[in-house]
Every structure is written in structure tokens, then in C-alpha cells.
């Protein structure tokens, strides 16, 4: 079966500073990775996703993933943090496209915090 | 604009009583997906259904019951039997077949058992 780990329920950072946050996956095929951010009492919105080929992919508002097959991750990452990307973000995975018949299955989420 | 909508945004409910949470898409997806989502628990998958008139039980599908009638529409029941039903609610969506189709999700709706 598959699972997801998020190392960290809350990460803190000061505006400009590098964003990282962390996650692992476990999964018996080649997985598809999921990045989503989620605002207070809003639903979730997709950041990135891995599928195949390239390993870094870019996502919106500045956000970029890197699948490293050999340490099972798929780390978030952002060079210069903004108050505005502040909210909860969940890793996903799924053993087939787009979540399938299982759906996707989520990490417990990390809550970004900015500091000024 | 095309998305997905939930109804109502925020819902009480006496202990004992059914509630529905609406969900509609005109995204034109095939499948729809229930989730709920508890403080520090992330997602988990209530009920799925990959085409009308078809759906499956999730990982927590006990206390919950849904329909799929029409393309659009996936409503989510939470009964009586449901013995912790507060949290918040997600539904989402996503087209049927190929590589790189993604999930997309609902505002939410928030339960709160009186």
C-alpha cells in the first residue's frame, strides 16, 4: 500500500528565505507525486505534479519539486518565501493517474508559517 | 467558469440527525471523489465514483452514503451512524483515463455536530 510522510506539521521561515519542505512516499510502482496548497476554510489547489519525465518540476508561484527515486522524495521548494504563501500544504501520491479508482493518498500536511 | 461547488459552506446537525452535502461539477469529469479532512490528519477517502450509477466505499466510507445519478451531481449523506461526523468535507473531480489527469477540488463544506 501506498503512504505518504510529511516530516514537520509546522515549518516556520522569514519572508525571503528558502522555503523546504519534506516528503517521502512509499509505493510498489513508479508513483505519481502531488503538491497541493490549501488556505484557511478553502479547498485545495494543485501546485505541481510528477507523472514522468523530467524529475524538477515547476509549479505555480514560484514552487518547484524535485522525484528522487532513491530516496523515495518529492521535497517543495521556493527560494524566497512570501507572506502570501502562508497556508497548509499536502503531499499526495497515487499508483495511477490522477489518483484513480483509489483516489489519492495524502500526507498529514505541513502549515507553512511566514515571519516578517 | 467551469468548477466544482459545494453546498452549503458551513452545516450543523443535531446528534441523530442525516445531513447532505451537495456537490456538483461542470468540468464534465467522470469521477468524483469524497474526502474528509480532520486537524493533523491530512485527507482520506470517503467514497469514489468513476461513472454514474457506480461507486465504491473508501477507507472510511462507515456512517456515509452517496448517490451518482447524473454526471454532474455526487451527494454526500452523513447519517445517524456516523459517530464523529465534525470536520470538513472535500469533494473533487477529475477526468477518467490518461497520463497526467489531475484531481480538483471543492471549496468545502464544514460540519459542525451540535
Known amino acids: 500500500a501506498q503512504s505518504v510522510t510529511q516530516l514537520g506539521s509546522h515549518v516556520s521561515v522569514s519572508e525571503g528565505a528558502l522555503v523546504l519542505l519534506r516528503c517521502n512516499y512509499s509505493?510498489?510502482?513508479?508513483?505519481?507525486l502531488f503538491w497541493y496548497v490549501q488556505y484557511p476554510n478553502q479547498g485545495l489547489q494543485l501546485l505541481l505534479k510528477?507523472?514522468?519525465?523530467?524529475?524538477l518540476v515547476k509549479g505555480i508561484n514560484g514552487f518547484e519539486a524535485e522525484f528522487k527515486k532513491s530516496e523515495t522524495s518529492f521535497h517543495l521548494t521556493k527560494p524566497s518565501a512570501h507572506m502570501s504563501d502562508a497556508a497548509e500544504y499536502f503531499c499526495?501520491?497515487?499508483?495511477?493517474?490522477?489518483?484513480?479508482?483509489?483516489?489519492?493518498?495524502f500526507g498529514k500536511g505541513t502549515h507553512l508559517i511566514i515571519q516578517p | 467558469d467551469g468548477g466544482i461547488t459545494q453546498s452549503p459552506k458551513y452545516l450543523f446537525r443535531k446528534e441523530g440527525q442525516n445531513v447532505t452535502l451537495s456537490c456538483e461539477q461542470n468540468?464534465?469529469?467522470?469521477?468524483m471523489y469524497w474526502y474528509r479532512q480532520d486537524p493533523g490528519q491530512g485527507l482520506r477517502l470517503i467514497y469514489y465514483?468513476?461513472?454514474?450509477?457506480?461507486?465504491q466505499k473508501g477507507d472510511i466510507a462507515e456512517g456515509y452514503s452517496v448517490s451518482r445519478e447524473k454526471k454532474e451531481s455526487f451527494p454526500l449523506t452523513v447519517t445517524s451512524a456516523q459517530k464523529n461526523p465534525t470536520a470538513f468535507y472535500l469533494c473533487?473531480?477529475?477526468?477518467?483515463?490518461?497520463?497526467?489527469?489531475?484531481?480538483?477540488f471543492g471549496p468545502g463544506t464544514r460540519l459542525t455536530v451540535l
Open positions: 473533487a473531480s477529475r477526468i477518467s483515463g490518461g497520463p497526467t489527469n489531475t484531481q480538483y
Open positions: 509505493s510498489s510502482v513508479p508513483p505519481y
Open positions: 510528477y507523472t514522468t519525465g523530467a524529475t
Open positions: 499526495a501520491v497515487s499508483e495511477v493517474p490522477g489518483g484513480g479508482a483509489d483516489g489519492l493518498t
Open positions: 468540468l464534465n469529469h467522470d469521477a
Open positions: 465514483s468513476q461513472i454514474v450509477n457506480d461507486f
